[in-house]
């Protein structure tokens, strides 16, 4: 093991802020609930949608109430520390990212005005002494710019891998409980114990608000994901003794599911020819769900592969000299899972329409021909390459 445990604090400080956040989100879940309806912060039934019927959101914003007092009781009890000398680095980012997404579920925000405050906020959050730290091999200036785009693009990136993978009753939060207990673990080791409480208080409140998620009564709404996404992009710089660029493996292992699903999501949107930030449903739980299981049996398989994950990253931690061959069983979760939902049999049969359409000629017909769907081809073809490939005469092998 390469760390040891840090200042000392009463392990009952850690269980009475994991224990004391739950039941705080869970008594308080319910009148968020009732105060969203009241402001109009519904979440409607659509097509483009996989839950029936009119559901509140904004639940998310019953994590503020437990951040702040978490927060607090963090400043009153327990000693300062390198990552809280400015204590406010973290709290006026957290309080951005909340404004961020009271302000979209209420009203509505397109991605561009996302993204400034997202990006805006990160480089506030940087300034005020939270992000990577960057070995000194070239001009100070550059290393310092080069930690500032490191630090907004993770920051972002996280935060906004939470909301999209925010798609299924209890999925994002259950993701959340199991990621922040995996970064207090990481904190609490290489002696960010404030940080380890904090993020015990979180996964305490988030567990609080699944238990009325999970059953489909509250979403979380961006306020929420967004929340969420923030917190564990922090709490992921420092699972390690320094912020390094080389630490960030533990991180990535522990945020696989957000992560992974975002990398398909923009590499399926790329490839068929789609605006990056035009939703669809084809992620990661939309897959697995037409696999044939039902959207409780897709949450609980979602949140298995998520703790194989987490518990890599748990060895990550405990056994930094195994980071390298860790990573290489990680590589091939991820592949193994990525098969099993069909995103390698989405690319061969891409690259294989993509083939066939090449080999079309227009004066000759079709040399080969596939029976698909119109809506089933990744991207615009022209109408007589693709009546050609609609054409029910032969099947593809």
């Not at 959050?125 to 200036?141: A, H, M, N």
């Not at 890599?312 to 098969?339: C, E, K, N, Y």
Request: aromatic share 10%; proline share 6%; charged share 15%.
């Amino acid at each position: 093991m390469s760390a040891t445990p840090g200042y000392g604090v009463h392990s009952l400080s850690y269980i009475g802020a994991f224990a004391g956040s739950l039941l705080i989100a869970w008594l308080l879940t319910p009148l968020v609930g009732k105060l969203a309806v009241r402001i109009g912060a519904i979440d409607r039934e659509s097509h483009a949608k996989v839950h029936r019927g009119n559901v509140p959101r904004m639940g998310g914003l019953v994590f503020l109430p437990v951040f702040l007092l978490a927060f607090l009781a963090k400043l009153i009890f327990m000693p300062p520390q390198p990552l809280f000398s400015r204590p406010l680095s973290v709290l006026v980012g957290a309080l951005g990212i909340i404004g961020l997404g009271i302000y979209d579920d209420l009203k509505g925000a397109n991605a561009r005005h996302k993204f400034s405050v997202q990006i805006a906020v990160a480089a506030l959050v940087w300034f005020l002494g939270v992000g990577f730290d960057i070995e000194q091999v070239g001009p100070p200036l550059l290393m310092q710019a080069i930690s500032l785009g490191l630090t907004v693009f993770w920051i972002v990136l996280v935060t906004n891998a939470f909301n999209l993978i925010d798609g299924l009753d209890g999925l994002a939060s259950g993701l959340a409980v199991q990621i922040f207990l995996v970064l207090a673990l990481g904190a609490y080791l290489h002696r960010w114990e404030g940080l380890c409480f904090l993020l015990l208080a979180l996964a305490g409140g988030v567990g609080g608000f699944w238990f009325h998620n999970r059953r489909g009564t509250i979403f979380l709404g961006d306020t929420g994901s967004l929340f969420l996404g923030y917190c564990a992009a922090i709490g992921s710089l420092y699972c390690a003794p320094q912020a390094r660029i080389e630490h960030l493996p533990v991180g990535i292992a522990a945020l696989s599911i957000p992560l992974l699903d975002t990398a398909l999501s923009v590499w399926r949107r790329f490839r068929n020819g789609r605006p990056i930030f035009e939703g669809d449903l084809d992620h990661m739980h939309h897959r697995v769900i037409k696999r044939g299981f039902s959207k409780r049996r897709a949450t609980s398989a979602i949140l298995a592969f998520s703790a194989i994950c987490n518990g890599l990253a748990a060895l990550m931690i405990l056994r930094d000299s195994w980071t390298v061959p860790i990573a290489m069983v990680l590589a091939v979760v991820w592949a193994g899972f990525s098969m099993w939902i069909g995103y390698f049999k989405t690319l061969a049969t891409m690259l294989r329409i993509r083939h066939r359409i090449t080999a079309f000629s227009p004066d000759s017909g079709p040399i080969s021909l596939v029976r698909l769907n119109s809506s089933a081809i990744p991207y615009p073809l022209p109408m007589n390459a693709r009546s050609s490939l609609e054409s029910p005469c032969s099947q593809d092998p």
